[in-house]
């Protein structure tokens, strides 16, 4: 078998762990609604997060952006195939971790998901994979491309719906009631 055989099996292994597992836990298939979309434009929206792909899609894949260089930088001498195993494994862990009754409950207390009631199981496993593409992107780009392209992805995401992977790192660590506040001023709900 290949190294690139083993990588595309150990990938695909981290989206049915992350399927069975959510499936288990009761997490609905599909969007309960009964569709099925590429795209959610709005974070607002009952199906942001039950869909393909959204807004937090770009989170997902920024994480796998940052796994490359930082590991390469941290370790400079090792391998892809370990750097690779890194993100599987961050990858499939965060798509679990994410869904505990724990976590779900920081996102609904501290962010801006309030209601949130976590991923279908096709958001799940379809951010995972965007992390993956993430991390292979930034596999083939120069380091100063890579943190270009974060940076260009968190400032379109926080300026368009006040939310990226920082400011939702920050408000789930650190709550700030200054950024509750902006955020939450773009809420259509409390218009």
């Known amino acids: 078998m290949t190294k690139n055989q083993t990588l595309g099996i150990s990938a695909t292994l981290g989206g049915f762990l992350i399927a069975t597992i959510l499936l288990a836990w009761g997490q609905p298939l599909i969007c309960t609604c009964g569709n099925v979309k590429l795209w959610v434009g709005s974070i607002w929206s009952s199906e942001n997060s039950q869909q393909i792909a959204d807004w937090y899609t ?14 390469r930088l941290i370790f400079p001498k090792i391998s892809f195939k370990s750097l690779c195993a890194v993100a599987i494994l961050t990858g499939t862990g965060w798509e679990i971790i994410e ?12 962010t801006i998901n309030q209601g949130y009631i ?12 965007f992390m993956l593409a993430g991390f292979f992107l930034a596999s083939k780009l120069p380091s100063y491309v890579t943190l270009l392209l974060i940076l260009v992805l968190e400032l379109t995401a926080a300026l368009l719906v006040r ?21 939450q001023q773009a809420n259509p709900a409390l218009r």
Do not use: C, K
């Open 99 to 110: 869904h505990t009754d724990f976590v779900l409950d920081q996102f609904r207390a501290t």
């Open 58 to 71: 770009l989170s997902h894949f920024v994480h796998g952006l940052i796994i490359f260089p930082l590991g």
């Open 163 to 183: 939310d990226s992977l920082i400011l939702e790192t920050i408000m789930l660590v650190y709550p700030i009631e200054a950024i509750e506040t902006w955020q």
């Open 118 to 129: 976590g991923d279908s199981v096709l958001n799940a496993v379809s951010d995972y994979y």
